[in-house]
């Protein structure tokens, strides 16, 4: 995986907030919500957010397999034994501090998984209610990554050409800041 990884996105680590910047020309965000509300307040509007999620999603992965990557953020290096389970991929220091006890490291776990529309609807809906943060779905060859949040989603396509269409397909889910955040 780590190979696929640095074969596809060289210039960032694994982590979804930090992909946007080096990767501009493949990026898209997505709202889950119209108006680009940020949170779901009932059920009608979870159908909302679930539904544009599992959209993109199978737009991106429908018939293969993903990888789930999910972040366990911690001030040790060494993984925490209540996280040491399958799936074990790799840590990371994503904030070097010369003071050890502020240091931040990401330890991430993946799972592989056949795509199916609606089968990651209880974390997408923990994602959507900020529980969980800083999952990434990625197709096993990890040309796509789909990045879900509290608000949205953002997605980094294999070719600018690839992400125009999706952005154009879904046009009425974008944001009007010009930056598209």
């Known amino acids: 995986m780590t190979e696929l990884w640095q074969q596809h996105w060289p210039d960032c ?13 493949l990026w898209a965000r997505f709202h889950s919500l119209p108006g680009s509300k940020r949170y779901a307040q009932d059920e009608s509007e979870f159908a909302v957010v679930l539904e544009r999620y599992n959209t993109v999603l199978d737009e991106l992965f429908a018939g293969g397999d993903v990888y789930v990557i999910t972040p366990v953020w911690a001030t040790e290096a060494e993984v925490p034994p209540s996280q040491r389970v399958g799936g074990y991929w790799q840590t990371l220091l994503v904030e070097d501090d010369p003071d050890p006890q502020f240091r931040t490291y990401c330890h991430l776990f993946a799972a592989r998984r056949p795509w199916r529309y609606g089968y990651l609807d209880e974390l997408l809906r923990d994602l959507a209610d900020d529980r969980v943060a800083g999952v990434l779905i990625t197709d096993t060859w990890m040309r796509r990554i789909y990045h879900p949040y509290d608000g949205g ?25 010009p930056l598209g955040l």
């Not at 680590?13 to 020309?25: A, E, H, Q, S, T």
């Open 13 to 25: 680590p694994p982590v979804g907030y930090k992909l946007r910047d080096p990767y501009r020309d």
């Open 153 to 177: 989603a953002d997605v980094f396509l294999a070719t600018p050409g690839e992400r125009d269409r999706m952005r154009d397909r879904h046009a009425d889910w974008l944001s009007g800041h």
